[in-house]
T-cell receptor, first 110, second 113 residues
Framework: GQQVMQIPQYQHVQEGEDFTTYCNSSTTLSNIQWYKQRPGGHPVFLIQ?????EVKKQKRLTFQFGEAKKNSSLHITATQTTDVGTYFC??????????FGTGTRLTIIP | KAGVTQTPRYLIKTRGQQVTLSCSPI?????VSWYQQTPGQGLQFLFE???????NKGNFPGRFSGRQFSNSRSEMNVSTLELGDSALYLCASSGGQGKLGYTFGSGTRLTVV
């Protein structure tokens, strides 16, 4: 079936350190989306990547889509306490349905 | 513009009962998707509706059903509730083809006792 794996499941970082979460699919994706869910909140859309090898930046966040369109990563530079939450990738397989990864819960140690 | 509205926010039901959850998408959005979120299973896809038609369905039993009305509002129904149905049910709308991502509602927290 269409599955999207995400690692790590949890990440604790010191404030100011960098953070990266990885997303992998066994089959080619048509697109990959990233969401952030704050504790007690709902997922909020961050970005969509469509092209092979695409790299997009949003301030301290860098998103990459692999050349084979089977993997993606989100990198946060110099984390801040406002970055706390769970980051989900969601893979599109061309059928309008998004399959979410299991998420990476980021905790910041002040 | 108004976001995605889900009602009710919280619900407590007894095993065996049924429940109906409602979702009003962003004005102009015709695609509505439903997800079940639990601590152990993450976000699990239930179904997706577009222009009153179910386009995709996840791997949930037939007790889970949904529909979409002509104004794009959507409802999902769960019959014969089980304890394991306790979860946060999230509705998301999009402009179709997942364009510019999904906008999620705040969810309905269902507790089955």
């Amino acid at each position: 079936g269409q599955q999207v794996m995400q690692i790590p499941q949890y990440q604790h970082v010191q404030e100011g350190e960098d953070f990266t979460t990885y997303c992998n699919s066994s089959t080619t994706l048509s697109n990959i989306q990233w969401y952030k869910q704050r504790p007690g909140g709902h997922p909020v859309f961050l970005i969509q990547l469509v092209k092979s090898g695409e790299v997009k930046k949003q301030k301290r966040l860098t998103f990459q889509f692999g050349e084979a369109k089977k993997n993606s990563s989100l990198h946060i530079t110099a984390t801040q306490t406002t970055d706390v939450g769970t980051y989900f990738c969601a893979g599109g397989f061309g059928n309008e349905k998004l399959t979410f990864g299991t998420g990476t819960r980021l905790t910041i140690i002040p | 513009k108004a976001g995605v509205t889900q009602t009710p926010r919280y619900l407590i039901k007894t095993r065996g009962q049924q429940v109906t959850l409602s979702c009003s998408p962003i004005s102009g959005h015709r695609s509505v998707s439903w997800y079940q979120q639990t601590p152990g299973q993450g976000l699990q896809f239930l179904f997706e509706y577009f222009s009153e038609t179910q386009r995709n369905k996840g791997n949930f039993p037939g007790r889970f059903s949904g529909r979409q009305f002509s104004n794009s509002r959507s409802e999902m129904n769960v019959s014969t509730l089980e304890l394991g149905d306790s979860a946060l049910y999230l509705c998301a709308s999009s402009g179709g083809q997942g364009k510019l991502g999904y906008t999620f509602g705040s969810g309905t927290r269902l507790t089955v006792v």
